[in-house]
Nanobody
Framework: QVQLVESGGGLVQAGGSLRLSCVAS????????MGWYRQAPGKQRELVAY???????SYADSVKGRFTVSRDNAKNTLYLQMSSLKPEDTAVYYC?????????WGQGTQVTVSS
């Protein structure tokens, strides 16, 4: 298992941008899939985006064209660049690592988008 710590959340106006970071406690080079999930109040946690160890990415339809997920293996860090933010993007964002059939989660970082 790997420990994950997110940062970069905050309050932003609609149309603004934020970059989330997720630092891992060890090398992420061998981690097959790393991604971002989010959970809004009263809703289930949902997948936002993920990136594989080979660099392939996938996005939820609701964020395509606005969010970009990336990983820097040298820095053991996962990123989520969020642009053109909307009030409906308001949620707690969680970093996830899936390795050897084990899911590891960060503690989450709050993103609030005001209209």
């Amino acid at each position: 298992q790997v420990q994950l710590v997110e940062s970069g959340g905050g309050l932003v106006q609609a149309g603004g941008s934020l970059r989330l970071s997720c630092v891992a406690s060890r090398s992420i080079f061998s981690i097959g899939v790393m991604g971002w999930y989010r959970q809004a109040p009263g809703k289930q946690r949902e997948l936002v985006a993920y990136v594989t160890s080979s660099g392939s990415t996938s996005y939820a339809d609701s964020v395509k064209g606005r969010f970009t997920v990336s990983r820097d293996n040298a820095k053991n860090t996962l990123y989520l660049q969020m642009s053109s933010l909307k009030p409906e993007d308001t949620a707690v964002y969680y970093c996830n690592a899936f390795e050897d059939l084990i899911n590891s989660w960060g503690q989450g970082t709050q993103v609030t988008v005001s209209s």
